[in-house]
């Protein structure tokens, strides 16, 4: 584990309400292991069900956790970063209250600040969602 609740602060510029990881499990520069635990009080928890918005949101945070994690490694402030695609978005099932998300991050290209990723989303060994999306960062 690298980064947990409030550590993750440094890696990312939401909070709460929006903020959809709660943990870095490992990062490099090719790919990051997220999670998050779905909480009742969540913005995106309908009939203790963990809806789209908030997978999709908690993947792009995902990203911005993988890319604030090579800026922290430079002594750099993160970035705000933009969705600017979401591409093969899949679901498979909606996570419930108290279920703990995994999150693999894997970068494909990045091109003057865009970067493409690939995302999948497991709760335990049962995968849930995939994802491409096109993520611009903004310059300072």
């Not at 609740?5 to 959809?20: A, E, G, S, V």
């Not at 490992?26 to 997220?34: G, L, R």
């Not at 635990?37 to 999709?56: D, S, W």
Request: charged share 25%; with cysteine.
């Amino acid at each position: 584990m690298i980064f947990r609740n409030n550590d993750i602060y440094q890696l990312i510029p939401q909070r709460p309400p929006m903020f959809m990881v709660d943990v870095v499990w490992a990062a490099t520069e090719s790919d990051a292991d997220t999670g998050l635990t779905i909480q009742e009080n969540n913005i995106f928890v309908e009939n203790g069900l963990f809806r789209e918005p908030g997978i999709i949101e908690h993947i792009a945070q995902s990203a911005a956790a993988f890319a604030g994690y090579g800026t922290f490694v430079r002594g750099e402030q993160p970035k705000l970063g933009y969705i600017g695609e979401i591409k093969d978005c899949v679901m498979h099932e909606f996570p419930h209250v108290g279920d703990e998300l995994r999150t693999r991050i894997e970068l494909v290209a990045e091109v003057n600040g865009i970067r493409l990723i690939n995302a999948e989303v497991h709760v335990q060994d049962i995968l849930i969602a995939t994802c491409q999306m096109k993520i611009f960062l903004k310059d300072d």
